[in-house]
């Protein structure tokens, strides 16, 4: 577990923020410039911040009231880098075992060979640096840190400098990342897609403050000031697998807000996946309507109704604990007469796969 | 190939090549150390300590000699405390190897400063974040990045020290045997009647010894430069 809270100033920036990393993937979101490196250099000790306390599964790794400071190289902190700075005078294999070396023996967790299989790198190691595609270099990257047996793991941007064929390559990796290597990983992004197919967790970063902290289902839902756009805002509803075909080429998945089904994304039955529900794909109806063509649909009730902007406004509704987002026009919101705390029918007309 | 050069001229060959490989291996940890001082650090006297390494390079050699024959001399200030527990430098090959390494050194500080700036500290940074202690650090991502410099450097500073006349004689005269080296050897021979072919001969083997150093400094640049881009 990691617990953060600072307090620092440079130049012009301030940065202040506290949040908690629990297992999973804490996403630190927002723009270029709102604090999400300085942020994560502090955890790694490369920023030393002016006041605030780091701790990592107890041990603290500064504590400015009390003048502690542990140096980068004792934090055991694994740091993937947005330029993978892979070391170019060593092979992919040294590169590798590189951080191995300075564990302690009785806390080398990782396992050469697992790392190397989840990551699928076993084809790279005797390669160097110089010779891998970008993909490749973020991976034996990832590898790297993990092989250092970290007791967290930041990754700073680690897709940005990725096209997207590359970016497809590595979320999955991720993913098992997350699932699998069961210690906390703070990722750094400014990218929504990375964020609402990985995050567990999200910590919105805005202008060095920390704008909005808690799931990631949450976050991503909330309808004030974000720097989301409405293009992007949307619900997240982990599913699972309940149909792998209907028949029809669609899967049926359950999430506790209800059934829905969705194009086949070629899983087994019980397995687990995201999913994101666009607001501007989301329409309200007062009562279930009968004779549309659209196959999802969810009950709930309006939660929340967001500041007009134009001619549309964002709802936030509630279906059984989950936040939806739907977006009307400002006119039908005064046509039906909506209003908090009703039950409305949420008629879904597409469900985007976000990720496993 | 024996009979080529005259017992006298192959010891000032030996002696040359001694007194270079001493000067060169002696000032190396010093140059690594301040190159890396110069390169990394910012201080009081930053601008000062880099006068002082470049000294030698810019003063006439003869000064640079004097001066080491008023500090290390028998009854110089530093030269008196060294004797006293065995070192000498005065009219010693030793002393030879010193002037050569002074001689040398901004040279050699120059071409590892040079490298030293251009490593990307961000693989020191990462290095850190893997366990590795500033002084592993140095020793497995700084030094292997920064050996084609360093090689440059200590061929410059052999090369310098192969040829260095005007500090050596200044400090530790021109003795047969303990420290004629190639220059000093050549300049004897001019002045006897009939040195001429002597003199040439022992050009020639300092043009052979200058382009052998130049060639093998190439050669392990262009290795050091192929484990570095990992072609």
């Known amino acids: ?356 | 190939m024996m009979q080529w050069l005259t017992p006298e001229e192959w010891q000032v060959v030996g002696l040359s090549l001694r007194v270079a490989l001493w000067a060169t291996v002696g000032s190396l940890p010093v140059g690594l150390a301040v190159a890396w001082i110069l390169a990394r650090k910012r201080f009081w006297g930053h601008a000062l300590l880099n006068g002082i390494v470049h000294l030698p390079l810019i003063m006439p050699p003869v000064v640079t000699g004097y001066l080491l024959l008023i500090l290390f001399g028998r009854r110089g200030v530093l030269g008196a405390a060294l004797a006293d527990i065995g070192i000498v430098f005065a009219f010693r090959w030793t002393g030879a190897a010193l002037a050569c390494a002074v001689m040398g050194f901004p040279l050699m500080v120059r071409a590892i400063r040079l490298s030293i700036e251009a490593v990307d500290r961000r693989l020191e940074a990462a290095a850190g974040t893997l366990g590795a202690s500033p002084l592993m650090v140095f020793l497995t991502v700084t030094l292997p990045l920064i050996l084609p410099g360093v090689v440059a450097g200590a061929i410059l500073a052999f090369a310098k020290a192969m040829g260095e006349f005007g500090a050596t004689i200044t400090f530790v005269s021109n003795i047969p045997g303990e420290t004629r080296t190639l220059p000093t050897a050549i300049y004897t021979y001019l002045n006897v009647p009939g040195g001429d072919a002597g003199a040439i001969r022992l050009t020639l083997i300092s043009i052979a010894l200058s382009l052998a150093a130049l060639l093998v400094s190439e050669w392990l640049a262009r290795r050091a430069a192929r484990n570095i881009g990992g072609v």
């Open chain 1, 1 to 356: 577990m990691l617990d953060v809270a600072i307090n620092h100033h440079q130049g012009d920036f301030h940065l202040q923020a506290s949040f908690t990393a629990v297992a999973g993937l804490t996403a630190l979101f927002g723009r270029s410039g709102s604090g999400k490196t300085t942020l994560v250099n502090v955890i790694a000790g490369l920023v030393k911040p002016q006041q605030g306390r780091v701790t990592v599964d107890g041990q603290t790794l500064i504590d400015t009231a009390a003048h502690r400071f542990v140096p980068p190289h004792r934090r055991r902190v694994g740091y993937v880098f947005q330029e993978g700075r892979l070391f170019p005078h060593l092979t992919v294999r040294q590169n590798l075992r590189y951080g191995r070396w300075f564990t302690p023996a009785p806390e080398r967790r990782a396992r050469f060979d697992d790392v190397v299989a989840l990551l699928g790198i076993g084809g790279l190691l005797d390669r160097h640096p110089a010779s891998l595609s970008g993909g490749e270099k973020q991976r034996v990257a990832i590898g790297r840190a993990l092989l250092a047996s970290p007791r967290i793991l930041l990754m700073d941007e680690p897709l940005a400098a990725l096209d997207d064929a590359r970016k497809a390559e590595i979320l999955p990796y991720i993913e098992r990342l997350r699932d699998e290597a069961g210690i906390p990983i703070v990722y750094v992004s400014h990218a929504v897609a990375e964020v609402v197919r990985l995050a567990t967790t999200v910590v919105m970063m805005e202008g060095g403050r920390v704008a909005a902290a808690g799931p990631a289902a949450e976050v991503m839902a909330r309808l004030d000031g974000l720097p989301l756009t409405r293009a992007e805002a949307g619900a997240l509803l982990d599913a699972q697998v309940r149909e792998a075909d209907d028949g029809y080429g669609l899967s049926l998945i359950a999430t506790p807000a209800g059934d829905l089904r969705v194009p086949n994304v070629g899983l087994q039955v019980g397995a687990r996946l995201r999913v994101q529900i666009l607001a501007r794909d989301v329409m309200i109806a007062r009562t279930p309507p009968e004779g549309v063509s659209a196959l999802n649909m969810l009950q709930g009730r309006i939660a929340e109704i967001g500041e007009p902007l134009g001619a549309s406004v964002v709802l936030r509704l509630d279906c059984f604990g989950l936040p939806v987002l739907a977006q009307i026009t400002r006119r039908s919101l005064e046509t039906l007469n909506l209003q908090v705390g009703e039950a409305v029918t949420a008629v879904i007309k597409s469900v985007t796969f976000a990720g496993r």
